[in-house]
Structures are given as structure tokens and as C-alpha cells.
């Protein structure tokens, strides 16, 4: 197998993965399950991989090198929903949240707040995708607030039952 491109995320890996599966090429993604359960770890294992048969890597990646050479109109920052894709010309653009991995850094971090959250626009039509930039998710600072708030009222109403067990009504 020779390791033909590495991602940082699974999504990216599996587009690339699908945009070979349907040129019929085989090909497989090293470390997928790993980071996909907790992604912060893809730098230390060095991306995931994108590996296919020797004989295929030369096909491989004139099936790939076509997706970094086109570049994305820059009114796409502004409306990726209303925009075409800039390959094939498909309005059936859809932006992906990494739902999975905030769910796996949020764990990590045991409740610190994630208030920024990576989007990703896919094209439907042929697999095309680019990352969005970072977001600030005002539902997640919500929750948050509505978290901490939650667990100091908690923790004033414990202190005064255990202070009024101890010492009695004053
Ligand atoms: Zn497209």
C-alpha cells in the first residue's frame, strides 16, 4: 500500500476515500477508528491515511489533484448554501458539523465550554469539500451558561443543607 494523502479529520478522509470508491479504486483510511473517537490525537499519530494499492497511487491522485486545484469563489465565505459548486456546477451543497468530534473533545475536556465548532461544505453531487472557517455556536454558550448557573444554585443549596444540619436552625 502506498500512503497517498493524510488528513486531520475523518470527514476529509472519507470524501477522499468515496471519491476513489466511485473510480473504482480501492483504498483504505489507517487510524480512522482512533480519531474518530478522540480526534485531538490525529496530529501525535500523524494525520489519518490515505493509503492505496501501489499500483493505483499513480490514477489515485489524478482522481484527488483536481479537488486542491480549483479554488473556491470568495462569496462563498458569505452563503455557502445558496452557492454552486465551483466543480461541478451543483447547487446540492450541504455544510456538515463535526457533531461526533465536538461530542469527543467535550468529553475530554470534561465540560469545558466548546463555544467554536468546524464546519465543513460538501458537494453531494461529486465529493467535493472545504473546510469553513471556525464558528462561534451560540446554542453551545447557552448550554453552557445554563450549566454552570445550574450547578452553582446546586451547590449554595447543598452548603446551606448541610450548614443547617450541623448547626441547627440559628
Ligand atoms: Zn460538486
Keep these: 500500500m502506498a500512503t497517498l494523502r493524510r488528513f486531520r479529520d475523518l470527514p476529509g478522509a472519507e470524501i477522499a476515500a468515496a471519491t476513489l470508491n466511485a473510480a473504482g479504486l480501492e483504498c483504505e483510511v489507517a487510524d480512522e477508528c482512533t480519531i474518530g473517537l478522540v480526534w485531538t ?90 473546510v469553513l472557517p471556525l464558528r462561534i455556536r451560540p446554542e453551545l454558550v447557552g448550554v453552557w451558561l445554563i450549566a454552570a448557573v445550574g450547578s452553582l444554585l446546586l451547590t449554595t443549596v447543598v452548603f446551606m443543607a448541610v450548614g443547617y444540619i450541623i448547626h441547627g436552625r440559628p
Design 41 to 130: 490525537y490525529s496530529t501525535a499519530l500523524g494525520w489519518m491515511r490515505l493509503a492505496v494499492a501501489d499500483s493505483d497511487s499513480e490514477a489515485a491522485r489524478e482522481i484527488l489533484e483536481p479537488a486542491e486545484a480549483v479554488e473556491w469563489p470568495a462569496e462563498f465565505e458569505d452563503d455557502g448554501t445558496t452557492d454552486r459548486c465551483p466543480r461541478c456546477n451543483s447547487t446540492d451543497l450541504e455544510v456538515e458539523s463535526g457533531a461526533r468530534k465536538t461530542l469527543a473533545l467535550m468529553l475530554i475536556t470534561m465540560g469545558m465550554p466548546l463555544w467554536f465548532w468546524r464546519s465543513r461544505l460538501y458537494c453531494r453531487a461529486c465529493g467535493w469539500s472545504r
